[in-house]
């Protein structure tokens, strides 16, 4: 194929992929009535984190009067509907996106600019933020956001499915895998039936790309080569997480299928060992699952953790409108002032160091575990083409899952689609 043929426009490939998504059903609530400004708020918290986050803005709009009308979108499709919706002039007045969309949404002006004098003045200081989370809402040198908290992966060991296949210690705690060799050991002792052993992932753990870039960054392999200027996905370490990632399904059977839903297989004592995102740990004590907790394992090289830091940032509006946009600063105000109780309820570790020394925090066994995970963390590359590459991600992976095509011809083909995208 002519590779003019296959080169990709990054603007157009995410307004087609906004095709369905500016249509697709979202979850919507609008809080109660008061004399104050409204503001739109969009976000991608469809989980149990997002139900918090409704609790959340009940209680600001009762102590504030500022009515907050909340879109919990899909993240994929969040980031399409931003991508058409602000330039036309309909996008939200603030909105949370992911640190890895700063760059490209910045670059693409769909985001305004923050003044540091003002995020000041609104009390917002980078010496009292994680360093990582307030150098990502940079883009050359600009700022365009405000960081709330850090979601990451943790390993999250149902206790009854590892005592079922003798797999806990004296004490009763489930043993840990160490590196890869235990993990796949164990997971096939506890693989037996419809309940398998081990699987990275919430919703279609097939093409769950955060999962596979961690896999990544743990074997030292990334997206990109470090000026970015194209895909490293064809050196040996990405081949080799590939090999990996096309293996725990189609060949050791010890994974749940690819478009299986984890989360309801973990509830159910289906899965033993789970790499997911921290958002899912309260959802399962509400569900009084019986599970413990340990630190990502090291399965390649380094035991680095996937991070994906959460972030306010202010799409650009059709005009400017004083009262909504004070009304945003007020909301993201009171966020940072309750920061502790949406860590401890959603189970997103704060942006905000002042919350880590919360006894509420440091006495819980799961944000325990997550905060010393620290040292550890890792975000996506600060490129404007991570969000487009990761759209082409999803399906080449899918198919390396389930066997439908060798992990070096899919890295290969993967590494030419992403060197087609325009810089």
């Known amino acids: 194929m002519n590779r003019s043929s296959v080169k990709l426009d990054r603007r157009a490939f995410l307004r087609a992929a906004a095709g369905a998504a500016v249509a697709l059903p979202v979850v919507a609530r609008r809080a109660s009535a008061q004399s104050k400004p409204t503001i739109s708020y969009w976000n991608g918290l469809t989980g149990a984190d997002g139900k918090v986050m409704d609790e959340l803005i009940d209680q600001f709009t009762k102590e504030t009067g500022i009515r907050v009308e909340q879109q919990r979108i899909p993240w994929a499709d969040l980031y399409a509907k931003l991508q058409v919706s602000v330039p036309a002039g309909q996008g939200p007045d603030l909105a949370l996106i992911h640190t890895v969309e700063v760059s490209h949404f910045a670059n693409d002006g769909v985001l305004e600019a923050i003044d540091d004098a003002a995020a000041v003045g609104k009390g917002f200081r980078g010496d009292e933020y994680l360093p990582s989370t307030w150098q990502g809402g940079l883009y050359q040198g600009k700022r365009y956001a405000i960081p709330l908290d850090v979601p990451q992966h943790i390993l999250y060991l149902n206790v009854k499915v590892m005592r079922d296949a003798g797999l806990v210690a004296a004490d009763g705690k489930p043993k840990v895998p160490a590196n890869r060799e235990e993990l796949l050991a164990m997971a096939k002792q506890i693989t037996k039936g419809d309940t398998y052993g081990f699987t990275i992932g919430t919703l279609n753990p097939g093409k769950y790309t955060w999962g596979f870039q961690n896999l990544l960054w743990q074997n030292g392999a990334n997206v990109y080569t470090p000026d970015f200027k194209r895909a490293a996905l064809t050196e040996p ?187």
């Not at 997480?241 to 293996?247: P, Q, R």
């Not at 478009?259 to 973990?266: E, H, L, P, V």
């Not at 550890?376 to 899952?401: C, D, M, S």
Request: hydrophobic fraction near 45%.
């Open 237 to 423: 370490a990405a081949v080799e997480v590939a090999e990996f990632w096309g293996a725990i399904y189609a060949q050791h059977k010890i994974a749940l299928p690819a478009n299986a839903n984890c989360r309801d297989a973990f509830i159910a004592g289906k899965l033993g060992m789970w790499i997911a995102g921290s958002w899912n740990f309260t959802g399962l004590r509400e569900a009084k699952v019986d599970f413990t907790v340990a630190p990502v394992p090291r399965l390649f090289k380094q035991p680095v953790v996937w991070t994906m830091p959460h972030q306010f940032t202010f799409p650009k509006p059709k005009a400017a409108d004083a009262a909504k946009r004070d009304g945003a600063w007020a909301y993201m105000r009171w966020m940072s002032d309750h920061v502790a109780e949406w860590t401890l309820r959603a189970g997103q570790v704060s942006a905000l160091r002042k919350a880590h020394s919360d006894p509420r925090i440091t006495s819980d066994p799961v944000l325990r575990t997550l905060l010393a995970q620290a040292p550890n963390w890792q975000g996506g590359q600060p490129t404007p083409k991570w969000v487009a590459a990761e759209n082409l991600t999803r399906p080449v992976i899918e198919n390396v899952y389930i066997a439908q095509k060798p992990a070096a011809a899919a890295m290969t083909d993967l590494a030419r689609q992403i060197n087609a995208l325009p810089d």
